[in-house]
């Protein structure tokens, strides 16, 4: 960012890295043979392509005119944004156990659309919101 205001920008337009925490016990989710984090990298909401989808969103509702913008459609619009921010992953079931899933929007879209994974899905919203979370950029000096 070369603006007068750089000083005070963070690193939204990078990826941070979200460490998975188990639903039940609470604990950081782990891969049972290598003891490694369960993660998901992540642009926060505030980033390009988060504020692009909420545009469009914006516009989308206010094209309708008057008809109703469903909880369905709020949910959708919801994957869609969070499959946008999702830049890759190295998830474990909920035993440990190595999910060999391949990255990909489409398997982003299908991961945060499952109802039984909302508890996944609460994590990833509740860290792309949290600008905490992306660190200044590195200075260059």
């Not at 005070?8 to 990826?15: K, M, N, T």
């Not at 909401?45 to 989308?60: K, N, Q, T």
């Not at 391949?102 to 909302?118: D, G, I, V, W």
């Amino acid at each position: 960012m070369s603006s007068k205001f750089a000083g005070l920008a963070l690193a939204v337009e990078a990826p941070s890295r979200l460490n998975l925490v188990h639903p039940v016990t609470r604990q950081p989710l782990r891969n049972a043979e290598t003891g490694d984090a369960a993660w998901i990298d992540l642009l926060s909401s505030s980033s390009g392509a988060g504020r692009a989808h909420d545009r469009g969103v914006s516009d989308r509702v206010i094209r309708m005119r008057g008809q109703r913008y469903t909880s369905e459609q709020a949910e959708a619009d919801l994957v869609e944004k969070l499959s946008k921010l999702t830049q890759g992953w190295d998830l474990v079931a909920l035993d440990g156990t190595p999910l060999c899933v391949e990255f990909s929007a489409a398997n982003a879209r299908e991961l945060y659309a499952l109802p039984e994974l909302a508890w996944l899905r609460e994590q990833v919203v509740e860290f792309i919101n949290d600008l905490g979370n992306f660190q200044p950029p590195a200075s260059k000096s």
